[in-house]
């Protein structure tokens, strides 16, 4: 059996049977892309290949489910590099891992049925909060399309964002004097601690390890304890398996 280092590594964390796949690659070589269909909780062992479950870690908080949570990006940081050198010569800049988590957490939301919006908004802010940009319409775009986006439009005065995404050490501050009472979005997704997501780009960091650290809050008026569970599952899931992230659907 042939079976690339990346693939090996997912299967160990997944505890999925590398001997019940179909590997794609040269010489039918098992590789990363191989697994997104274990995602779909597949049967393919005799034993399901369920999703870690999530559920709220804290108490709901000023009418949200709260996440935190932890997941090993290794690897979404290899595959990164390489894609970002295509990348950047399509759209002539840095490529990062933002562009990732930003796809990653509207790809989560709506993945449950119950919760559709004819367009889905984005609000975010990036580096310490000092950089705010709004994204319309994000569902419909592709995670290229996003990073082509991300940081070039400031959010109109109308602006209602369904989704918000902050970076590492925004204020919460900060995102009030954005986010007015009458105006307060359905998901919120808080990077914490240090990560140096930005760092990943054609030439640059090779980040061989990278745990990302973060709090994922959905508010209890948009979805029931039971979808803001599913959501909030998808999300490691995605973020753990970034080869579906490259899919618009």
Not at 71 to 79: E, K, P, S
Not at 144 to 167: Q, W
Not at 228 to 244: D, K, M, Q
Request: glycine share 4%.
């Amino acid at each position: 059996m042939l079976i690339s280092p990346l693939a090996k590594k997912i299967c160990a964390a997944r505890g999925i049977d590398p001997t019940q796949l179909h590997g794609s690659g040269p010489r039918g070589r098992i590789v990363a892309a191989d697994l997104a269909a274990a995602d779909s909780a597949l049967n393919r062992t005799g034993t399901t290949l369920a999703l870690r479950e999530s559920h709220p870690t804290r108490e709901p908080k000023e009418g949200y489910f709260v996440y935190d949570d932890t997941v090993d990006m290794d690897a979404l940081a290899q595959i990164s590099l390489p894609i970002a050198v295509q990348c950047e010569k399509l759209l002539e800049e840095r490529y990062s891992l933002f562009d990732y988590i930003v796809r990653a957490v509207v790809k989560a939301c709506l993945s449950a049925p119950e919760w559709k919006r004819e367009t889905v908004d984005l609000l975010l802010f990036e580096h310490d909060g000092e950089k705010i940009t709004a994204v319309s319409d994000a569902a419909a775009k592709s995670i290229y399309r996003l990073a082509k986006e991300i940081g070039k439009m400031p959010p109109p005065p109308d602006f209602h964002p369904r989704i918000v995404v902050c970076d590492t050490h925004t204020a919460r501050a900060r995102v009030a004097d954005v986010l007015h009472t009458d105006n307060r979005p359905d998901f919120a997704f808080v990077v914490r601690g240090d990560s140096s997501k930005d760092d990943i780009r054609a030439g640059g960091d090779n980040l061989s390890s990278y745990n990302l650290a973060y709090t994922f809050y959905a508010a209890e008026e948009a979805v029931s304890p039971e979808v803001a569970n599913r959501i909030a599952t998808e999300l490691h899931a995605l973020l753990f398996s970034p080869v579906r992230l490259l899919l618009i659907a």
